[in-house]
């Protein structure tokens, strides 16, 4: 069967330090990969997609960044948190191209 | 283009009561509509899904949503509640090319005793 982890589940950083958040799948191969943030009472935020290794698409202009540096492996980046990067991010994987998702355990990070 | 718009940030009811879940969407093709259910400092763990077969889905815990045309909405209903039903719920739609589904803003269901 598929899995799917992503860590650390909890990451407390001051503003300016590096970010790297990683999410593998495990029993599929070649899966679109999905990073989203989750920010307090405002849904879910698509931050990167990607449907292939070094295949980023990214969502929103930001301070992060995304890589896929194997097939089952989808790294999340920054160079210098800001204070606004703090929430809930999630690393999905879909089926088939049908938009079913499925998602990791999330990792909770606060800048301070 | 395609949205998905869920009436109500939080919905309130008691136990045992109905619970219904509002979602409506927006889709220039037939779409695929989901529904997922969040538990606190969890990820989304998919309720159940349409994908152009019977237009009413049943889901997992009792859940079950019918899709109507007419009104491009994907409601969620619950005949009774339980308490372990108090999470935040989220409806999606994907469609056409993009299969890149998307979400609604979420409706945080509480129960009470």
Redo the contacts between chains.
Sequence with gaps: SQTIHQWPATLVQPVGSPLSLECTVEGTSNP?L?WYRQAA????Q?LF?SVGIGQISSEVPQNLSASRPQDRQFILSSKKLLLSDSG?Y?C?W?RE??????????S?LTVL | AQSVTQLGSHVSVSEGALVLLRCNYSSSVPPYLFWYVQYPNQGLQLLLKYTSAATLVKGINGFEAEFKKSETSFHLTKPSAHMSDAAEYFCAVSSGGSYIPTFGRGTSLIVHP
């Design positions: 679109n999905y009472g405002r849904g879910l698509l997609y809930f999630l999905a879909d191209n049908t938009g079913e998702l499925f998602f990791g355990e999330g909770r």
